[in-house]
């Protein structure tokens, strides 16, 4: 069974940094793509960023572009995302999933096209 855990958030003042991780259990992380989401208050769910299986290409939106970061531990079988330069404007539950087969880590995230989602994680930006 295919399971998702999603750690690291917490409080931080604005322009400080967070790392996020999605760890998997019950397979190997690195067999698939990976995406993570957010959701603000009173919001939709958002794509933030996806990185390919095995090390393959990576895509961010463009209001995290330059800022996040989304890379693989595989001995740790577990999914990064690095968020510098924190805004207030990330605030949200962060979460990550798993894209359907033919699905591609392209530059829009759809969250129909994902799967396995973890509970989430806290993150927020103080000003």
């Known amino acids: 069974q295919l399971h998702l855990v999603e750690s690291g958030g917490g409080l931080v003042q604005s322009g400080g940094s967070l790392r996020l991780s999605c760890t998997a259990s019950?397979?190997?992380?690195?067999?698939?793509?990976v995406g993570w989401f957010r959701q603000a208050p009173g919001k939709e769910r958002e794509g933030v960023s996806c990185?390919?299986?095995?090390?393959?290409?990576?895509n961010y939106a463009g209001s995290v572009k330059g800022r996040f970061t989304i890379s693989r531990d595989n001995a740790k079988n577990t999914v990064y995302l690095q968020m510098n330069s924190l805004k207030p404007e990330d605030t949200a539950v962060y979460y990550c999933a798993l894209p359907y087969p033919g699905v591609d880590c392209g530059p829009a995230l759809l969250l129909p096209e994902y799967h396995t989602w973890g509970q989430g994680t806290q993150v927020t930006v103080s000003s």
């Open positions: 019950g397979f190997t992380l690195d067999d698939y793509a």
């Open positions: 990185i390919r299986s095995r090390g393959g290409r990576t």
